[in-house]
């Protein structure tokens, strides 16, 4: 069956150091990668995707995230964090070819620590 | 604000009443997806439109059902409302990219409480 993964349920760094969430995906072929970020008592907000080409995908708010074929891994990065990324974040994935949404993973907490 | 706007934004039922959610968004997109949240579940999609007229089902879209008459418009309804629909729910609304078909804009959810 197709999932996605973060082992991570919760994260805590330092303000103005590095994050990398982690994020996992088990389909038959490549999917189509996302990063989605929810602020408490809000919606979710599309930070990056990944359909193909570079592996190295530049999001909003300074954020990006690789792709790892070999490792089946997407991973989002940040090089400083700022007290205001504390959020939960999503990772999801799309098989392609029809409209039946997403498949997200359960969510990586994020705790900024002064 | 343009976006994807959702009503109410709190409500607690009884257990066997009925309610409908209304999502509502002003960018004409042609799909909209309902998602439910739970605690450590991440979001489920329910059920999703592909356009005005058309709906179809997601991984858990029992106990739901869903109109889409107008291509703004993306209602979700609870005929009989169980405790274990209790959750946050999400409407969303995107386009076609020519590869993915993502949901590219949420609303803020919709608190239900069954009790």
């Known amino acids: 069956a197709q999932s996605v993964t973060q082992p991570d349920i919760h994260i805590t760094v330092s303000e103005g150091a590095s994050l990398e969430l982690r994020c996992n995906y088990s389909?038959?072929?490549?999917?189509?990668l996302f990063w989605y970020v929810q602020s408490p008592g809000q919606g979710l907000q599309l930070l990056l995707k990944y359909f193909s080409g570079d592996t190295l995908v530049q999001g909003i708010k300074g954020f990006e995230a690789e792709f790892k074929r070999s490792q089946s891994s997407f991973n989002l990065r940040k090089p400083s964090v700022h007290w205001s990324d504390a959020a939960e974040y999503f990772c999801a994935a799309d098989s392609g070819g029809g409209a039946d949404g997403l498949t997200f993973g359960k969510g990586t907490h994020l705790i900024i620590q002064p | 604000n343009a976006g994807v706007t959702q009503t109410p934004k709190f409500r607690v039922l009884k257990t066997g009443q009925s309610m409908t959610l209304l999502c509502a968004q002003d960018?004409?997109?042609?799909?909209m997806y309902w998602y439910r949240q739970d605690p450590g579940m991440g979001l489920r999609l329910i059920h999703y439109s592909v356009g005005e007229g058309t709906t179809a089902k997601g991984e858990v879209p029992d106990g739901y059902n869903v109109s889409r008459l107008k291509k703004q418009n993306f209602l979700l309804g609870l005929e009989s409302a169980a405790p274990s629909q209790t959750s946050v729910y999400f409407c969303?609304?995107?386009?076609?990219?020519?590869?993915?078909?993502?949901?590219?804009?949420f609303g803020d959810g919709t608190r239900l409480s069954i009790l």
């Open positions: 969303a609304s995107g386009v076609t990219t020519g590869v993915s078909n993502q949901p590219q804009h």
């Open positions: 960018m004409n997109h042609e799909y």
């Open positions: 389909y038959g072929a490549t999917p189509y």
